[in-house]
């Protein structure tokens, strides 16, 4: 089992930018696939983005192409979520999320593939 904990959150006005940061505690880190996932004010927790354990593979929700970019840092057992040109609906709680994975290129982009969870980190884009 990894732990997941999550940072960055906070308040910012539309147009701003954040960066979230995920620290895993896993004595192997690359096997694991990573995604960031987010739950909206009062609707389902949605898929935002994920990355494969080696890096080389990342899926994007459509509501976040181009303002949203994943990352990590095999060595240091961390993956971010760089926020630009937010927007009030990016307000949620985020989630970071893991899932060992055989395949260096395969991400997953639903929930359910996904048994480790943080915390989640407040994200509120104010208009």
């Known amino acids: 089992q990894i732990q997941l904990v999550e940072s960055g959150g906070g308040l910012v006005q539309a147009g701003g930018s954040l960066r979230l940061s995920c620290t895993a505690s896993a004595r192997t880190f690359s096997p694991y696939v990573m995604g960031w996932f987010r739950r909206p004010p009062g609707k389902e927790r949605e898929f935002v983005a994920g990355?494969?354990?080696?890096?080389?593979?990342?899926s994007y929700a459509d509501s976040v192409k181009g303002r949203f970019t994943i990352s990590r840092d095999n060595a240091k057992n961390t993956v971010d979520l760089q926020m630009m040109s937010l927007k009030p609906d990016d307000t949620a709680v985020y989630y970071c999320?893991?899932?060992?994975?055989?395949?260096?290129?395969?991400?997953?982009?639903?929930?359910?593939?996904?048994?480790?969870w943080g915390q989640g980190t407040q994200v509120t884009v104010s208009s």
């Open positions: 990355i494969s354990w080696s890096g080389s593979t990342t």
């Open positions: 999320a893991a899932a060992f994975a055989s395949g260096s290129a395969t991400v997953y982009s639903t929930s359910r593939r996904y048994p480790d």
